[in-house]
């Protein structure tokens, strides 16, 4: 009894114990569960009405629109712009894709596979003439190849092919998959936009006020009063001058998405004479054995040229404009003198080795052989080109060989553009640029032979086989050490903007100021490698001083300083303050003009009151005048001439862009050679509305709470 009683004195410690051992553990699942939604977060490149998207699948479609480039225009790599092209077409596409299946899904809107496959068979869609499958004869989709093809892939899946023409039907059959996803969403898309044209009616009366405005001529006397000619000191603008148009305009400074202010310093660089003089004697020792006939690939390497030697000759554009710029007027062997180019910031010399006429596009056909050993092969490959030589069909041959021998085109820029060439390779292409029409050569390989037969050589230009030295005139690392040194102690000295604006002189650098920067963006102060900075412009407060950031090609140090963030609505008053007192200004000088024209009824009379008096012709509503003396377009004007009668003169002055105006209309009269048709105009009238219509894109997205965070990861 007595040790119930001690447990039961323990009571109120017992429940209090079990209390915040249970706290804990919903604690720690609340932390877990916050945990889990902060990395997910972290993993969101966006969201789009709720539809979020995650950084893995952002990337997917990236890559899925990178290698669709790389394929249809042949290329190995992008460069970083069009890498940054890429991603924000792919945001663009998600986004408008997101809202438009969301809008077209209230409405009951769909793609379905008949329509999908009869736009196939009608072979009309612009997008289906981008596939492989246009027919050559006929320059038209052909929906039997797409259908053949489908069918060959499919029996691929199931039975084992070679790795290289597996490869490649992967990747047309991924291309087409791209291709369709596409053509539904570009037909979901124009199916919702004429559904809202047809809200968007047109009338015989409306066609005939179009007509009318399009077509109806006005010749008129102009004076004007240019508001440059009222000083800006005659006219006083008081704060609450400025807080009424602010009131007023209050709509024209919405913002929809925050943007930041910045401050920042930037300083590239350069190369020191030291480092100039180093590098000067390195391509003059390059130069000197140019001119002694050394081998030119082993010279231009041991310079470290950023061009490669291939020792085939070129057009003219497969060199950089500053090289391309000086080949016509180089002699065969000469070699030039060492020249800059400020774009590149190169140093340069040219060996001009050889120039020839040689065709830009050559049709040839070619069997490749093989063996089991190199041996094999080549003794193949003699009995072929020897039953060639003696008169037998390439076709056949090739057939018998497992090949097509099909005809193909070799242009010019298909090979000059690589970054390097290999030996057998070059052997390759020399024997199809070389060889003269029905022309064949058997090609040794190491590995192998091909026999190449050359059917037509067209479109003869002028090639050139330069050896090119070409190298950046980089800073050694004693001088960026220096450079880093001495911005590194301004970081560290100025820890506010204002010492970073004070010092910034006694440094030798300039504070520079950008605003409205929007985490859309992809670099900072237009350097590369600043996504670092970028996270910080958009995580700091106003005020802040960032770190120093090491940024560009390795060769910009960059600090920054946020001024101002300026939050999604309307913009305060300080902000566009400018923009208002013009605007402010304007209203006043106009003011000013009308009372100075104030009972003007004559342009005699207006000329005495400082007016310029010109001649107007051809002036109709649909466009707005041009008007010489103030260099400005006025469409008020043209509202107010269509607006009187022939032989009028205005009645007020009437307020314009650049000045205040008034006018007398000399004549007006229908355009010669045009009629009314009220059918062809409705029609128009109805396609300026389907026009009018594509413009919901930008309604529907501000209301999609559209959230970019691509900054985080790109």
């Known amino acids: 009894m007595a040790a119930i009683g001690k447990i039961r004195s323990w009571g109120p410690v017992l429940a209090t114990v079990i209390g915040l051992a249970l706290f804990a553990f919903i604690a720690e699942e609340m932390f877990r569960s916050c945990e889990a939604t902060s990395n997910e977060k972290r993993q969101q490149v966006g969201e789009v009405l709720g539809k979020k998207i995650s950084v893995q699948d952002f990337q997917a479609l990236v890559d899925e629109y990178q290698s669709v480039i790389k394929m249809t225009q042949g290329r190995d790599n992008l460069t970083e712009e069009e890498l940054n092209q890429v991603k924000d077409q792919v945001w663009q596409q998600f986004v408008n894709n997101t809202i438009m299946e969301t809008e077209a899904g209230k409405l009951g809107l769909t793609v379905t596979d008949e329509e999908l496959q009869e736009i196939l068979k009608t072979g009309t869609n612009p997008m289906l003439m981008q596939t492989p499958f246009v027919n050559q004869q006929t320059g038209r989709f052909d929906v039997t190849q ?20 597996a490869e490649q039907y992967k990747q047309i059959y991924d291309y087409w998959n791209f291709i369709e996803k596409q053509l539904r969403q570009n037909i979901l898309g124009m199916k919702y936009q004429s559904l809202l044209a047809q809200c968007l009616l047109s009338n015989p009366v409306s066609a005939k ?18 508001y440059s000619a009222i000083k800006d000191s005659d006219v006083e603008v008081s704060e609450s001058d400025l807080k009424a148009k602010y009131d007023a305009e209050k709509e024209m400074f919405k913002q929809y998405v925050e943007s930041r202010n910045i401050k920042y310093v930037d300083f590239q660089v350069v190369a020191s004479a030291a480092d100039r003089t180093a590098l000067m004697k390195t391509i003059n020792d390059a130069r000197q054995k140019l001119e002694s006939g050394a081998a030119p690939a082993e010279v231009v390497r041991k310079a470290q040229s950023q061009i490669a030697y291939s020792g085939i000759a070129a057009t003219k554009r497969a060199f950089a404009p500053d090289i391309a710029a000086k080949l016509d007027s180089m002699q065969v062997g000469q070699v030039s003198a060492p ?8 140093v340069n010399v040219i060996k001009l080795i050889n120039k020839v006429e040689a065709p830009d596009s050559v049709e040839y056909r070619q069997i490749q052989v093989g063996g089991e050993t190199a041996e094999a092969a080549h003794k193949t490959a003699d009995s072929i080109y020897n039953a060639l030589k003696a008169g037998a069909e390439f076709e056949a041959l090739a057939k018998k060989y497992n090949q097509t021998g099909e005809k193909q085109w070799l242009t010019s820029s298909m090979y000059e553009n690589a970054p390097s060439i290999d030996a057998d390779s070059k052997a390759y292409l020399t024997a199809i640029i070389t060889l003269a029409p029905n022309e064949v050569k058997n090609v040794e390989f190491s590995q192998g032979n091909i026999i190449v037969q050359v059917l037509t050589r067209k479109a003869m230009v002028t090639k050139y086989d330069a050896a090119v030295i070409k190298h950046t005139i980089d800073f050694s690392k004693d001088t960026y050490s220096q450079a880093y040194n001495k911005f590194s102690q301004y970081v560290s000295e100025n820890k506010t903007l204002e010492g970073l604006e004070k010092n910034a002189q006694k440094f030798g650098f300039k504070v520079q100021e950008r605003k409205d920067m929007f985490n859309s963006e ?11 900075a970028m996270k910080w412009i958009f995580d700091a407060k106003e005020g802040d001083v960032s770190p120093l950031y090491e940024c560009g090609n390795n060769d910009h140090l960059l600090v920054l300083a946020l001024t101002k963030v300026n939050k999604a ?30 009972g003007v009824n004559s342009l005699d009379a207006a000329k005495q009151k400082g007016a310029q008096i010109d001649s107007v012709r051809q002036i109709t509503f649909s466009a707005p005048v041009f008007v010489q003396a103030t260099g400005t377009s006025e469409p008020a004007l043209s509202g107010a001439v269509a607006a ?6 205005s009645a007020a002055p009437v307020k314009g862009n650049g000045g205040a105006f008034l006018f007398k209309v000399l004549n007006k009269k229908q355009r010669e050679g045009v009629k009314f048709d009220a059918k062809t105009q409705q029609a128009q009238l109805q396609q300026r509305a389907l026009q009018a219509a594509g413009r919901f894109m930008n309604e529907l997205y501000l209301k999609a709470n559209v959230v970019d965070n691509r900054y985080l990861f790109f």
């Open 569 to 598: 609505g309307y913009r305060d008053l300080a902000s566009v303050e400018e923009q208002v007192k013009q605007e402010v200004i304007r209203d006043k000088k106009f003011a000013k003009a009308a009372e100075m024209l104030k």
């Open 146 to 165: 797409l259908t053949k093809f489908l069918a060959d892939y499919k029996k691929m899946q199931e039975q084992p092919q070679q790795a290289q023409v």
């Open 339 to 346: 020249f800059e180019t400020a774009y590149d910031n190169t």
């Open 209 to 226: 006020m179009a007509f009318e405005a399009q077509n109806q001529e006005s010749d008129i006397q102009l004076a004007t009063l240019p």
């Open 522 to 532: 992809h670099n900072v102060a237009g350097l590369r490698s600043t996504r670092e």
């Open 644 to 649: 009187a009668k022939a032989g009028q003169f």
